[in-house]
Every structure is written in C-alpha cells, then in structure tokens.
C-alpha cells in the first residue's frame, strides 16, 4: 500500500476544523500491545497566567511581559501591545480555547488528551516563545527561569502526565550551567535549544558551530540532558499574499537541515559525542534524505573540508539523533534506514495541524506500518528513553 492510500479516509474533504471544535474519539482497541500508555512526544501549552509580572521583584514589575487574554487567544506583551505577528494570535485563536490548551486547567488538559487515546505528554511552549530573543539579557535569562519554575510545577502536580520543556541561557557558558543545574533540580528533563540563536553581546551572529559555543556545548554535555529543536523559526523569504499560514508551515522544516549540518559539518559532535539531540515536530520522512544528501556533499567535498569528520555520516543520527511526527506514512515507509528506536509518535495536541480528534487514526497507521511491538516504542518508549524517565 503507498503512503497516499494511506492516507485515504484520514483526511476528510471538509478538513477537519478548528481544534476548539473537535473532540477525541479514543476506543482503546488500536491494537497495541495490552497496557500501552501512548506518551505524546510533541505537544504545547499556552502560557494563561501572568507570571512574569507576579514574579520578579516590584522594581522590575514595570519591565515584565504581561500576559492576558483577548478575543480568543492568550497574548504576551507589554503596555497592552502584544509581541505576537497577527496570523500567530489567529492561529492561537483556533485552540486557546480548548478547556485543556491553556495552563491554567491541568487536570481539564490530562482528561482531554486522555479521551484522544493520549495518556502523557512533553509539553513545549506556545506564545511565550515570544520572549525567546529578548534584547536584555539579564532579564532574559530571569523570565525563563520564572517559566521553568512554573511549568515544573504543573509537571509535579501532573503525577507523570505531564512533562514541560525547559528554557536555558544558551548564549554564555556560565549562564548555561546555571540555569541547567537548576533546570534539573526542578525536574525537568529536557529545554528548547533555538535553532536561530541571535546575536553575542558585542552584537555578533551567534555561530553554534564556532570555536566560541564550545563552552556552551561542554556544559550542555556535562548535564546529561537532552537538547530539542522544534519547528517555527523559518520566516518565508519573499512576500506571501494568499494562506501564508500553510506556506509558512510548508517551509518551517527548513531550518533542521541547517542546525543538522553544523551538528555534523561543524565539528559539534565530533567535540560532544555524549550530546542527545531531539527534532520536534518537522515529521521524519526528511531523514533519509538529509542523510542521502550529506554523504553525496561530504564525498564531493572532503577534500576541502576542515576539521574532517571522525565517523561515517550515518553515525551521527544513529547515536546522537531522534525525530517526532504525527502523521507521517512516507517516513514510516523509510523506517529500516531512520530506525524504529530513533522515532517517536505526536499528536502536537492542541495545533491546528495536530492529530486531536483523529488520533486513533493516526496511531493506527503506526501499528499497521511497523507493527504492534514496534509501535510500542514509537508511541511511548522511544521518547521516554529519550528524556530517560523510566
């Protein structure tokens, strides 16, 4: 069977809507092995309370992003004015207000999910990665650790349900130990890494190949935990006047293939061998041919390269990479050269592109396509290896 005939009766011709309006049909016979517990890789939660403002201290309260919520979306901004582009407040106001979208209703969010057949879930940020290249610093680094408190504790109280992404200063050695030592003594088990990292205090690119992040990438080693990068920092390169939502989407996948060759090219892996490297939510069907296209590069171009590889291309995804998807028939067609240990199953619960509502549809196709002990590890295992939670 093509993966297009896969994919007939998945789509219907209405689409399926804005995820506000749809609701999970979980049946529990998806065939399985008995005592499963489906653990989305790849989920968000919108930020609902205003925690920045109540947390830092009252001298820098009038510097602190606010956030609030307005005509069907969680805003963050300041002095009224949001930091969101128009089409990201539109794309937010097809969910936000979904019961279980948001972070103010913990329990409503685990009941949801768990009627689309999902009984965990690693949750990464929604609006709040507006915050993301904030120009000061300092304050910077102040609002992720108030988010990586927050989110730690909704992890606590979730009893094992719920698993939020960290933030980390990523821009100076000693801010990166410090906030990933204290990242892993909230109990967080992973951050997000920008795959656009900014600029340098003295106003310069910011390299991650370069001579100058290899501190970065000691400390980031030396905390054993695992580095993600997520889709959504690859801006169109020319004017879009028509559905530029779903073309941006279309190029969003992009930037992985550049972070995937400083991995490779740059040397970092050669210098951090024990680094762990998550790609979320660009599929894995683009696996293979990054893969292809590296080695038919670095044969043309070995000869001028420096420093040299340590390792065959291939080495580097099988011991330092992993890839999430949702729906994805062409790469689990590919599966025999990604590997059924490197990929894990989403639902990207509550995006307009997720599979909430269809779910059961979508883990069927994984089983269907590796079969059931196989899909084990790709709908639970192989992301909890990943995050290692036993």
């Not at 680094?141 to 989110?151: A, G, M, V």
């Not at 980031?220 to 889709?231: A, C, D, F, K």
Request: aromatic content about 10%; glycine content about 10%.
């Amino acid at each position: 069977m093509t993966s297009q005939q896969k994919t007939v009766g998945l789509y219907p011709e209405e689409g399926y809507g804005a995820p506000k309006n749809r609701k999970g049909h979980a049946t529990g016979d998806l065939g399985l092995p008995p005592g499963t517990l489906v653990f989305s890789a790849d989920n968000h939660v919108s930020l609902s309370d205003d925690i920045f403002y109540r947390q830092l201290p009252d001298e820098l309260k009038e510097q602190a992003p606010r956030i609030w919520y307005e005509d069907g979306a969680y805003q963050v901004g300041h002095s009224g004015q949001s930091f969101l582009p128009g089409e990201f407040s539109a794309v937010l106001m097809q969910y936000d207000d979904l019961v279980g979208a948001a972070s103010g209703n913990l329990e409503a969010r685990i009941e949801e999910l768990a009627g689309d057949g999902v009984h965990t879930e690693l949750a990464f940020p929604n609006a709040v990665l507006a915050i993301f290249h904030h120009p000061d610093k300092e304050m910077r680094e102040r609002l992720f650790r108030i988010y990586n408190q927050y989110i730690a504790g909704l992890q606590e109280r979730s009893k094992g349900r719920f698993y939020g992404v960290g933030l980390i200063n990523w821009w100076e050695p000693e801010g990166t130990r410090r906030t990933l030592a204290e990242l892993k003594s909230l109990g967080l088990k992973t951050f997000l890494m920008p795959l656009n990292p900014g600029v340098d205090s003295d106003g310069n690119q910011i390299d991650f190949g370069s001579a100058a992040m290899d501190a970065v990438w000691d400390e980031i080693e030396e905390s054993g935990i695992p580095v993600t990068h997520h889709i959504g920092e690859t801006p169109l390169k020319s004017p879009c006047e028509y559905n530029t939502i779903v073309v941006g989407m279309m190029v969003n996948v992009d930037s992985f293939r550049e972070m995937f060759g400083k991995y490779i090219f740059s040397g970092i892996l050669d210098r951090h061998p024990k680094l762990r490297i998550g790609w979320f939510e660009g599929g894995i069907a683009w696996i293979p041919s990054a893969l292809q296209d590296a080695e038919h590069l670095y044969a043309s171009y070995k000869h001028m390269c420096d420093p040299v590889l340590q390792h065959p291309i291939r080495h580097y995804w099988k011991n330092n990479m992993w890839s999430s998807f949702m729906v994805d028939p062409l790469g689990l067609r590919l599966i025999d050269q990604i590997g059924v240990d490197k990929v894990m199953w989403s639902s990207d619960y509550p995006h307009n592109e997720s599979t909430f509502g269809y779910s059961e549809k979508s883990l069927k196709l994984v089983v269907d396509a590796v079969g059931p002990e196989e899909a084990e590890k790709i709908v639970s295992g192989n992301i909890k290896s990943f995050l290692g939670i036993e």
